[in-house]
Nanobody
């Protein structure tokens, strides 16, 4: 049974940083795409970043501030978030795909974590 468990969320002031982690178990995703999405209250789930084979893509709203990375030995993907803004406040979800190419589309991902709350105050 595949499980994705996020950690590292919390509350921070604008301009601060947080690092989210997503540990996968049940299978290895070293050759698969993994990504981060977020959902603010009353809004749809939105793409944040995706990683596969060292290739990364980002949403325009986080480019230059967020970095996605991967530790295959730990079967873990990270999201380093710097220069946080109040509009980054959301529940952040980790996702993993059977496919091996990066994607901005939630439907391309097969497994999802439960989410971790990130709150940025002004």
């Amino acid at each position: 049974q595949v499980q994705l468990v996020e950690s590292g969320g919390g509350s921070v002031q604008a301009g601060g940083s947080l690092r989210l982690s997503c540990a996968a178990s049940g299978r290895t995703f070293s050759n698969s795409a993994m990504g981060w999405f977020r959902q603010a209250p009353g809004k749809e789930r939105m793409f944040v970043a995706s990683w596969s084979g060292g290739y990364t893509i980002y949403a325009d709203s986080v480019k230059g501030r967020f970095t996605i990375s991967r530790d295959n030995a730990k079967n873990t993907v990270y999201l380093q978030m710097n220069s946080l803004k109040p509009e980054d406040t959301a529940v952040y979800y980790c996702a993993a795909a059977e496919k091996s190419w990066v994607s901005r589309t939630a439907g391309d991902y097969d497994y999802w974590g439960q989410g971790t709350q990130v709150t940025v105050s002004s």
